[in-house]
T-cell receptor, first 112, second 109 residues
Framework: DAGITQSPRHKVTETGTPVTLRCHQTENHRYMYWYRQDPGHGLRLIHYSYGVKDTDKGEVSDGYSVSRSKTEDFLLTLESATSSQTSVYFC???????????FGPGTRLLVL | AQKVTQAQTEISVVEKEDVTLDCVYETRDTTYYLFWYKQPPSGELVFLIRRNSFDEQNEISGRYSWNFQKSTSSFNFTITASQVVDSAVYFCADYKLSFGAGTTVTVRA
């Protein structure tokens, strides 16, 4: 257990509304990541963070922004949700001497 | 462009059969590492193994084994004597955070 929680775990929202997903970790890991999982695509990296206020884009960052004001929290924001952002969102941290990624339980987001 | 390819979308086997999952990766680096993850029907992602490019030996963990071949850029995963609890989606991933599309394994009793 890498001490990662995600909230909310499920969310239904309407097109055009803002949505913020939260990833919380308890072990002071420097690196945190947001992925989305869609059928046929595996997991695709949205954004990642390598420290407080240090973030960078991943493969599918359009339409998403992130913030990390504290080591333990990494927020993913959909400024104006679209139906194409319906997905399962996973947060991950990088940990251990092997620098392995460990994932949170995921958030199911449905944009109507 | 996807740098990790899992060509098998779905595999269905009967319990106790062996099953091998293929993973082909692309890289120009001389040092790299690769991962396998399991996603059971409950949805969480479970880390299985990390493999470094400089480690030549194959890995075995219980009924799981991994065959790493740099010559063919493959990192294949075998489940020996499969069980119903092995039913899951299995993902291969590389050190640049690129994941394959996943292979769904169904083990029938």
């Amino acid at each position: 257990d890498a001490g990662i929680t995600q909230s909310p775990r499920h969310k239904v929202t309407e097109t055009g509304t803002p949505v913020t997903l939260r990833c919380h970790q308890t072990e002071n890991h420097r690196y945190m990541y947001w992925y989305r999982q869609d059928p046929g695509h595996g997991l695709r990296l949205i954004h990642y963070s390598y420290g407080v206020k240090d973030t960078d884009k991943g493969e599918v960052s359009d339409g998403y922004s992130v913030s990390r004001s504290k080591t333990e929290d990494f927020l993913l924001t959909l400024e104006s949700a679209t139906s194409s952002q319906t997905s399962v969102y996973f947060c991950a941290i990088r940990a251990g001497t092997q620098e392995t990624q460990y994932f949170g339980p995921g958030t199911r987001l449905l944009v109507l | 462009a996807q740098k990790v390819t899992q060509a098998q979308t779905e595999i269905s086997v009967v319990e106790k059969e062996d099953v091998t999952l293929d993973c082909v990766y692309e890289t120009r680096d001389t040092t790299y590492y690769l991962f396998w993850y399991k996603q059971p029907p409950s949805g969480e992602l479970v880390f299985l193994i990390r493999r470094n490019s400089f480690d030549e030996q194959n890995e075995i963990s219980g009924r799981y084994s991994w065959n790493f071949q740099k010559s063919t850029s493959s990192f294949n995963f075998t489940i020996t004597a499969s069980q119903v609890v092995d039913s899951a989606v299995y993902f291969c991933a590389d050190y640049k955070l690129s994941f394959g599309a996943g292979t769904t394994v169904t083990v029938r009793a």
